[in-house]
């Protein structure tokens, strides 16, 4: 199997930087989906060619990604590959596995709990999967998979309750008179 190369280290590419200060670095939302994007079409180019279970109907795509609502360090959202649609879990500073590859824990994700299992890359950083759909085969074009990915997060995505309604305000002259709304019309 070929080994990955590192992603560029160009800052104005948004890429990850190295050394030292590559665990603490913190990213935007949106450079990191967009280092997400970059590690798995490398691993689509340098390591699924010709494999079998890749669709070539598909290509990578980020659906959905936001901060975590219980978890502001954590991105959330749906990876579509042209080998899996997963719920990934990324934080939002690329931090190193702490022996957690592997392994599986329970996050809240939207309004559900699911089972993630940890990965790493040197050039990504530890992140967290929940396998939605495993092969691809039954996504024809890249539109339904991204159509299935929209519901995925529309269904987990806590919908607000509707504002209470305000309390009833007497008008000024029951109140500075010491009558509630309902002896207001009644004569005294």
């Known amino acids: 199997m070929n080994t990955l190369r590192p992603l560029s280290q160009t800052p104005s590419e948004n890429r990850l930087p190295s050394g030292p200060a590559a665990g603490t670095a913190r990213w935007t939302l949106d450079e990191r989906v967009q280092h997400l994007l970059d590690f ?18 598909l290509s990578v795509e980020a659906v ?20 899996f649609m ?10 190193g596995h702490a022996g957690l590859v592997g392994r599986k824990r329970v996050h809240v994700f939207g309004t559900e709990r699911f089972e993630f299992i940890g990965a790493h890359d040197p050039s990504l950083g530890f992140h967290e999967s929940c396998a939605l759909f495993s092969p691809m085969n039954d996504f024809g074009h890249q539109a339904l998979a991204r159509e299935t990915a929209q519901e995925v997060m529309s269904a987990l995505t806590p919908v607000d309750a509707p504002p209470a309604p305000a309390p009833e305000v007497p008008p000024r002259r029951a109140f500075l008179f010491g009558r509630s709304g309902a002896t207001q019309g009644r004569a005294s």
């Not at 959905?64 to 080998?83: D, H, Q």
């Open 40 to 57: 798995y079409r490398l691993v689509e180019t340098e390591r699924m060619q010709g494999i079998p279970i890749l669709n070539p109907a």
């Open 64 to 83: 959905g990604f936001r901060v975590a609502s219980n978890e502001a360090a954590v991105a959330e959202g749906v990876l579509i590959t042209p080998w």
């Open 86 to 95: 997963n719920l990934v879990r990324l934080p939002l500073s690329v931090e």
